[in-house]
């Protein structure tokens, strides 16, 4: 088992010197070609670069290989492809505890990752793909290590009837992959602030594919001594079993800070960064709210796509006051092609303030101000 | 066919498709000509409110199965791109980002878009080479499997008529089978299995690059040998030609799929009937089955009398009965009715629809089979409630499945619903047999030929017995070796004593 001892020292230590790193570096992948089987692992806890190493692992790679890329994040919250962040997270809270929020390349559901939290992904040719083998690859390997795991209904991983693992897919031409996270340790409080629904108070209607709650559970309830390097040895070591007959893998390959990327994984990072990969590619939804104000009731409606808010009507059926009824009017006009955020009612008082200076004064600013206290933490 | 182009809804589209009938189109043999019901069809509802126009291509579509022919026109080599089946079962998935737009370039195994089901996101790269002409979904909107996702204009193609397959494989990234042929008779949609062609010496299979290969060398694509799948004519094939000038190495030149061999004047090939495709099926499910093999042998000299003063009752009052005497087989069943009530796990049936929920259920009825020989082969109808029924009533229906069945005529309720399976193979011949569990059972039993065999009584004396073999076959997954042997030792005991039969009487 020489393999798992270096591998543990790997991660124990960190602190290989960078210039043996350098000769085993990925530019010399070609070293490997004869085998079928690879794996990497990084120890950078940015969920941007990791997920751009993914995306160069599926694109720039051989299609023939089975590659098992083992990593992990420091807290953020991961979205789907097609999911909306406005509805799926508590965007309040996440900024509150200075969160991440990213959005990754597969589809599914939104998950919230964090050092207690082990995420695999492994590459194959895309006619092997399935969605069952590898979800009990990784299920066996916790069996090894005495976990009672199993494989439910909806491909996920669950212990005593908790999920501990979600997966999400992407398939491209020649190639597939499957990825899938490991709650060993993590922090459910946070989570629960992150993504549960209770604590929201806006009434969206969304295209794209909304998250299944199932309730979750962590390893360490099983296990007292399981961390993120025996789940790695364990996944890797099953791995290795199924795909590779048995044969020893040479040396896993790491990424650490001091390594360079390659291209496409450091353009694959940058963008994934952008507000408009983040927000920009929120499908087509509604949000709708009311509130009664001293001065009469309001009905707010608000379209948004691509994170733009391509329509907003507030108005009142019963407002009399010529002020409440202009502002009212304003607002709607002025928010349509903001960014559908926070400071939404910020940015498009300061446009009517550029376009129609002297609508808003010292009158009416009361009406202004308790309207941007009512919508802005609506529009989160 | 004449596009529709600019429709923005299904009202214009209606309107517009019934203005185009035989009588004002030019050509009008060369098209298919839907009727206003053909417009209420999956796509056009999708779409909703905005009508796409359609390629004549998906007009035959949305008439049958995807697997006929129809007439498309090539006129500017539109080729409609279908979404192809991504596995799993998916049937629908939503578009979520097209990498192309109307008028953009696109080659062969270049990204189209990026579709998502639940989990998985899928890239769908093209199949052809060309222009993209038309999109059918916007972003967001739901695709499904097996219709049209973009129309790609590919060159090369003007002026021919050409007949498209469509497969539903899900290997259909690969490129599409496409056959020339000539234009007079072969409008009328046909529907034939995927991989038989009308006439062979007129079609030859070649991808739309190939066939421009072809064209520009000025080769007759008809007379390359091709050699990829099903005769397929490759870019290998064409360069192989050229270079040998003109001529194809080994084999005669065209190129076709002859699908099966031809039968020569002894071979004979008959399509499965209705009852060989049943048996093919259950058979095939029925070999996932572990099945625990059990034989023994009954002694039926008891039985030989007690069936022999049973007839003779039924002779003295031959009004009551209809018929005229019985066989051992209603002392048989009967008797595998009462052993059933002791080891009620052989009635029962396993339901596994839920890998992690395996459930029993401990059926009441005690429907027995009787597996029966007729003139279109094996069907095993079934005795409803043997339980309620006594030895007669069990003999008056033997006696009525057995008619109905030399004529073909039984019900389908007569052969669903069965609990546990008699098969009396030895009334033809052998002894011990294997057989195997019909799929819905635990367990089944097989009589073979009964004869008059040496054998020891009490006193060691070689005596002559009724020795009937009796081989039992059941579900190992559930039945084990002691179960299966009490319950036939049981039954065996109430055939070899018939008197006992009494004791059970209620």
Known sequence: MTIIKSFSNILRTRSISTLQLRQRTILHASRFYSSKVECYISTINNPYINLGIEEWLLRDTDPEKYILYLWRNKPCVVIGRNQNPF??????????????????????????????????????????????????????????????????????????????????????????????????????????????????????????????????????NYSYTIDHQQFCESVLYEFIRDYNDGQELEKPIVFNESHVLPQRAREMAEELQTWDWIYGQTPEFTNEIEKEFSWGHVNGFVRSRHGIITEADFSSPNATGAHEVTILSAISNALRDCRYSKNAVEAAVEKINANVPGLINSENEKIVEELAQWINPRLT | MPTIHGLRCRRQLLKTASLLTKNNVKNSSRYIFPTATFVRTPIVQKAGLHARPLVSGSWANLKSSRRSFHASTSIHGIKPFLLADIGEGITECEVIQWFVKPGDSVTEFEKICEVQSDKASVEITSRYTGKVAKLYYDVNEVAKVGQPLVDIDVEGEEGVVAEEQEQKSPDSMVTMEESTTSQSSSNTPSTPPARELKDPSLLSLATPAVRRIAKENDIDIKLVRGTGKDGRVLKEDVMTYIKNGGQSPGQPSVAHVTQTSTPSAEDRLEPFNAIQKAMYKSMTKSVAIPQLGYQDEMELNAATDYRAALNKHIASNAASFPFQKISYMPIFIKCLSIALSHYPIMNATIIDDDANALKLLYRKSHNIGLAMDTPQGLIVPNIKDVQDKNIMDVAAEIHRLTELGAKGSLAPSDLQGGTLTVSNVGTIGGTYAKPCLVTSELGIVALGRMQKLPRFDEAGNVVAKQILPVSWSADHRVIDGATIARFGNMWKNLIENPITISAYLK
């Open chain 1, 87 to 220: 509805l799926e997270c508590n965007l309040g809270y996440m900024q509150d505890n200075n969160i991440l929020l990213v959005r990754r390349r597969s589809g599914g559901g939104a998950v919230y990752h964090d050092m207690g939290n082990s995420i695999y992904t492994i590459f194959m040719p895309r006619e092997e793909f399935s969605r069952k083998t590898n979800a009990e690859l990784v299920s066996r390997a916790l069996l090894e290590l005495d976990i009672p795991a199993y494989v439910n209904d909806r491909h996920d991983i669950a212990v005593d009837g908790f999920k501990v693992s979600g997966s999400a897919y992407k398939i491209i031409n020649k190639r597939a992959y499957h990825h899938g996270t490991m709650l060993l340790d993590a922090d459910t409080t946070t989570l629960k602030g992150c993504l549960s629904k209770k604590n929201k108070i806006s009434n969206i209607n969304s295209k794209g594919v909304e998250s299944v709650p199932s309730p979750v559970t962590n390893l360490r």
